[in-house]
């Protein structure tokens, strides 16, 4: 069983920056983030696959990027230009295949969640 730990959340202003890291304790190939917010579902923010390929919610383009470093089995969320909208407990999530998903119910493994608050 592989175990996920996030990193990097806390409280900043709108317009600010936060980089969110995600360690696994074993090899895992696609990797996601999550995030949900009070009263709404959990949605996909974020994907990568095992070959490094990006998938990223609308909402998110252009301010956000995934990436990972295989060596260290970690999986990075760099966040910029932070909205209140984006206010929210953010989860890191793996799966055993290659190819990522923005479905959350096709991967194995998740961190406990790390809480972004954005304030305006």
């Known amino acids: 069983q592989v175990q996920l730990v996030e990193s990097g959340g806390g409280s900043v202003q709108a317009g600010s920056s936060l980089r969110l890291s995600c360690a696994a304790s074993?090899?895992?190939?696609?990797m996601g983030w999550f995030r949900q917010a009070p009263g709404k579902e959990r949605e996909n923010v974020a994907a990568?696959?095992?070959?490094?390929?990006?998938y990223y919610a609308d909402s998110v383009k252009g301010r956000f990027t995934i990436s990972r470093n295989s060596a260290k089995d970690t999986v990075y969320l760099q966040m910029n230009s932070l909205k209140p909208d984006d206010t929210a407990v953010y989860y890191c999530?793996?799966?055993?295949?290659?190819?990522?998903?923005?479905?959350?119910?096709?991967?194995?493994?998740w961190g406990q969640g790390t809480q972004v608050t954005v304030s305006s």
């Open positions: 999530a793996g799966r055993p295949t290659s190819a990522p998903s923005r479905r959350d119910y096709e991967y194995s493994y």
């Open positions: 074993g090899r895992t190939y696609a």
């Open positions: 990568i696959s095992g070959s490094g390929l990006t």
